[in-house]
T-cell receptor, first 117, second 106 residues
Framework: GAGVSQSPRYKVAKRGQDVALRCDPI?????LFWYQQALGQGPEFLTYFQNEAQLDKSGLPSDRFFAERPEGSVSTLKIQRTQQEDSAVYLC???????????????FGPGTRLLVL | LAKTTQPISMDSYEGQEVNITCSHN???????ITWYQQFPSQGPRFIIQGYKTKVTNEVASLFIPADRKSSTLSLPRVSLSDTAVYYC???????FGAGTTVTVRA
């Protein structure tokens, strides 16, 4: 595709519900990242995939957050038993190569705005 | 991990040059410096990236001194549409921080 796409763009959940957020990266991009952006703040790293392998999940705030990328393309971020503090924009980004090599540019999707009531 | 520090906000007028300096005292040897622009309700958009000295593209210039402990993004002749938040990033695992809100006035 032309860029990174995310769905849904907006999600309203009742506290305690599970949600699943989808990311379609740029075709052929090896690396995929998830970020959380609270209102008025910059994006905060959540997790990183290289192909289907989740190489870094140090930013996931709790065990209620789970991400997968089973075929090395589309990724899903799942939040179980949502809490009000989970309300934020969730951004997905992809890059052609590995960020560990330096010099890789991340291309961001438009984000999914999650509101937990 | 190299933490970045930027001014919270900057004001400018159309046609002026805007320079935003980012400090990253603990930058690692293999870290590149990347700047992003973000508009409301959109994801960050890549502006420019560099490792050392000066890099220029069609929208901006990036100046990096020899010690690489800081970098300066230069936006020439800004317009109203350049009003946005600008972030510098040296490590993908770091928070982008609050960024610099640039407001361009007519």
């Amino acid at each position: 595709g032309a860029g990174v796409s995310q769905s849904p763009r907006y999600k309203v959940a009742k506290r305690g519900q599970d949600v699943a957020l989808r990311c379609d990266p740029i075709s052929g991009h090896v690396s995929l990242f998830w970020y959380q952006q609270a209102l008025g703040q910059g994006p905060e790293f959540l997790t990183y995939f290289q192909n289907e392998a989740q190489l870094d999940k140090s930013g996931l705030p709790s065990d209620r957050f789970f991400a997968e990328r089973p075929e090395g393309s589309v990724s899903t971020l799942k939040i179980q038993r949502t809490q009000q503090e989970d309300s934020a924009v969730y951004l997905c980004a992809s890059s052609l190569g590995s960020p560990l090599q330096g010099g890789e540019t991340q291309y961001f999707g438009p984000g999914t705005r999650l509101l937990v009531l | 991990l190299a933490k970045t520090t930027q001014p919270i906000s900057m004001d400018s007028y159309e046609g002026q040059e805007v320079n935003i300096t980012c400090s990253h005292n603990n930058i690692a040897t293999n870290d590149y410096i990347t700047w992003y622009q973000q508009f409301p309700s959109q994801g960050p958009r890549f502006i420019i990236q560099g490792y050392k000295t000066k890099v220029t593209n069609e929208v901006a210039s990036l100046f990096i001194p020899a010690d690489r402990k800081s970098s300066t993004l230069s936006l020439p002749r800004v317009s109203l549409s350049d009003t946005a938040v600008y972030y510098c990033l040296v490590d993908y695992k770091l928070s982008f921080g609050a960024g610099t809100t640039v407001t361009v006035r007519a």
